[in-house]
């Protein structure tokens, strides 16, 4: 498995491309399938960008608390130094983390995450686990037995990308759900060697019982009176 990061962010909304920021960022590091405890952890001051109430009710961040946390320009450097050339994971991580971070890293005129490095762990579970009612890391994690007892009270960046490691490594374990067409042929084949019709069949007779010769015959007499 060699080194995979696992990272989480919290933001003042969900449209980047309309001024919201990042305002946390936290990431795990899984080395050779085991998780250590080499972490990234980081709030985020966002320049301005006030934090809507239900977005806080979510995280619990204010914008007070973040009045004296550093720039995205002075984390962003120390993130990517962080995660380095690993595969990074992140939960609906295409829909919504990569894009977010690349935004804020264009932005900044910084590398962003390539596609290749990027993995998102709702894209492998979608195709490997069959069962939970929803696919949302609080799902996956109760379906694996995983304690939510640490954001009992609100989400944080760094206790999530704990929790989505701990997802990540159950995933692996997990076999990869058969092909459709792989299923389809397989039964196709199944078919072929089943004896075709015409074929030499052994004689084989089901003779009516008496009740049901009696209830036939007073069936056909009903009908010819009529």
């Known amino acids: 498995m060699a080194r995979i990061i696992c990272f989480d962010i919290e933001t003042t909304g969900f449209e980047w491309t309309r001024g919201d920021r990042c305002i946390e960022i936290g990431a795990v590091e899984l080395l050779d399938g085991v998780l250590t405890e080499n972490t990234f952890h980081e709030y985020i001051n966002p320049e301005g960008k006030i934090i809507p109430p239900e977005t806080y009710m979510v995280h619990k961040i204010s914008n007070a608390f973040l009045e004296d946390k550093p720039k995205m320009s002075e984390v962003a450097p120390r993130f990517l130094e962080f995660i380095r050339d690993s595969v990074i994971v992140a939960h609906n991580g295409f829909d919504f983390d990569f894009p977010f971070v690349n935004f804020e890293l264009a932005k900044l005129g910084l590398r962003q995450i390539p596609r290749e490095q990027q993995m998102d762990?709702?894209?492998?579970?979608?195709?490997?686990?069959?069962?939970?009612?929803?696919?949302?890391?609080?799902?996956?994690?109760?379906?694996?037995?995983?304690?939510?007892?640490?954001?009992?009270?609100?989400?944080?960046?760094?206790?999530?990308?704990?929790i989505l490691a701990k997802v990540f490594l159950e995933l692996e374990n997990t076999a990869p759900a058969p092909d459709i067409n792989d299923v389809i042929a397989q039964q196709h084949e199944a078919l072929l060697k089943q004896p075709k019709i015409g074929a030499n069949f052994p004689k084989r007779s089901f003779p009516a019982h008496e009740d049901e010769l009696e209830n036939h015959n007073k069936f056909m007499e009903k009908i010819l009176a009529d």
Do not use: C
């Open 121 to 162: 762990s709702i894209v492998i579970a979608r195709n490997r686990v069959f069962g939970p009612k929803a696919y949302t890391l609080d799902a996956l994690a109760k379906w694996f037995g995983i304690s939510l007892t640490a954001r009992a009270d609100a989400h944080g960046a760094l206790i999530d990308a704990e």
